[in-house]
């Protein structure tokens, strides 16, 4: 199984575009690409989840990991998501509240800028 | 008339995948499941997966030295959909906690198992522990006998 994970900066932010499928095999790989990020001093970060065809609890424990280790720098995570499926999961775990969640990534890195 | 598929994998992470397309491939056959709630049953079916190897990886390994594997027992109904997921030991105490759960993920785990499967029921079994989850399929697109395939 096959995890894609594409860095690249935008308009000051860190753009992480993940691809595939996110479970217990593959988060693994995925927590250390953004605690790799964060020590190396990304911590503006949008995660684009666009490409994401499947994602449980243990990617929800990446992401939520994610956001805590940038805001203790200062920092922000950001979700770009318009998948219903994806959607569903972070409703029913209550992370539409935690995340901001973004309909495109132009709107993520834009909206950091009002 | 019920079908009856089983599918053994190893208690390894990169197995949970083949759980998950085994089942979704087999929900999808009869008539009567969304492929919303097919999706729905992928989540809740590797969630049970995980939870029960993230367990197990903490348990010694058996005495006979063979590696733990998971036991998937799917119950294809006319009027419902079964997965049964058995395991050896206690390796379903993180979807099902005696107390209220510490860790994200485990909070996480147990809203999804709750909220997308009908019904999910832990049994305690010779052996170890066996996750029953069940849906049941939209009454519409049953018929009255059950004789929903073609053929």
Redesign the interface.
Known sequence: ?DLGLDVTERDGYTVLAVRG?V???TAPRFRERLIELVSEGKHRIVIDLEGVD?L???G??VL?GGLKRVRSHDGDLALVCTQ??ILK?LE????TKVFTIHESVDAAVGDGQG | MDRVVELEIPARPEFVGVARMAVGALAGIRPGLAYERIDDLRIVVSEACTSAIEMLAHQPPPADGRPAGLRLRCIDGPKTLEVRIEAPGSAFDSAFPASEPEADVDTFRISLIRALVDDAELRTTPGGAELCLTLHRDAAAVDVDGDDLPG
């Not at chain 1, 029913?92 to 992370?95: C, D, H, N, Q």
């Open positions: 199984m499928e479970d217990v095999y499947f449980d609890s243990t929800l424990g939520v219903r499926r999961v029913i775990t209550g992370l």
